[in-house]
């Protein structure tokens, strides 16, 4: 069973940064896409971004230009890092990923991303 670990979350004042990481305990290879997603209080869960295995990126266009997904084979880590970050950021983010073929979807446990003054 894949687990994805999450971490990097926390609290950061309004135009601040922050990365979150995301280890999945198979290799990134193994998955065709991965990324985060984002569910606020009362609200569905939304993409933030995404990357596949050709470095095909997508972003929603609330985050374009101040958030950044990458993946890093050598550490078999997912990135997102999280700049000029708004109140309206503030949520629980997920790391997800998508494997290979099957396409089976995993979930990280969430983390809590606080922007506030």
């Known amino acids: 069973q894949v687990q994805l670990m999450e971490s990097g979350g926390g609290l950061v004042q309004p135009g601040g940064s922050l990365r979150l990481s995301c280890v999945p305990s198979?290799?990134?290879?193994?998955?065709?896409?991965t990324g985060w997603y984002r569910q606020a209080p009362g609200k569905e869960r939304e993409l933030v971004a995404t990357i596949t295995t050709d470095r095909n990126t997508n972003y929603a266009d609330s985050v374009k230009g101040r958030f950044t997904v990458s993946r890093d084979t050598a550490r078999n880590t997912v990135y997102l890092q999280m700049n000029s970050l708004k109140p309206e950021d503030t949520a629980v983010y997920y790391c997800n990923a998508v494997e290979n073929i099957w396409l089976t979807q995993y979930w990280g446990q969430g983390t809590q991303v606080t922007v506030s003054s």
């Open positions: 198979a290799g990134i290879f193994t998955f065709k896409s």
